[in-house]
Nanobody, 127 residues
Framework: QVQLVESGGGLVQGGGSLRLSCTAS????????MGWFRQAPGKEREFVAT????????YYADSVKGRVTISRDNVKNTVDLQMNSLKPEDTAAYYC????????????????????WGQGTQVTVSS
């Protein structure tokens, strides 16, 4: 059974940091592109960051570039999202996603490219 379980969300003051983690099981983690998306209340889900199978390629949304770092551990089957200098507009439910890929350096930014999704973890940034 495929599972993606996010953790690390919470309430933080503006300017603070959080580290989200996603633990995967039930599939061959190292053959999947991993990504993080978020959805704020009343808004559509949006792309945040992605990392290739081999971790050689990463890509970030302009809204988080320079403040967020995605990383993965193909032994522990985890993907993390380190978020710094958080802003109130970062408040959202954050979702981990996995997409099959045959190319080690490829990464994905679109929702349709991802096959598995987690249940999400809430991040709230106070002003």
């Amino acid at each position: 059974q495929v599972q993606l379980v996010e953790s690390g969300g919470g309430l933080v003051q503006g300017g603070g940091s959080l580290r989200l983690s996603c633990t995967a099981s039930g599939f061959t983690f190292s053959t999947y592109v991993m990504g993080w998306f978020r959805q704020a209340p009343g808004k559509e889900r949006e792309f945040v960051a992605t990392i290739s199978r081999s971790a050689t390629g990463t890509y970030y949304a302009d809204s988080v570039k320079g403040r967020v770092t995605i990383s993965r551990d193909n032994v522990k089957n985890t993907v993390d999202l380190q978020m710094n200098s958080l802003k109130p507009e970062d408040t959202a439910a954050y979702y981990c996603a996995a997409g099959r890929s045959s190319i080690g350096s490829a990464y994905y930014t679109a929702e349709y490219q991802y096959h598995y999704w987690g249940q999400g973890t809430q991040v709230t940034v106070s002003s």
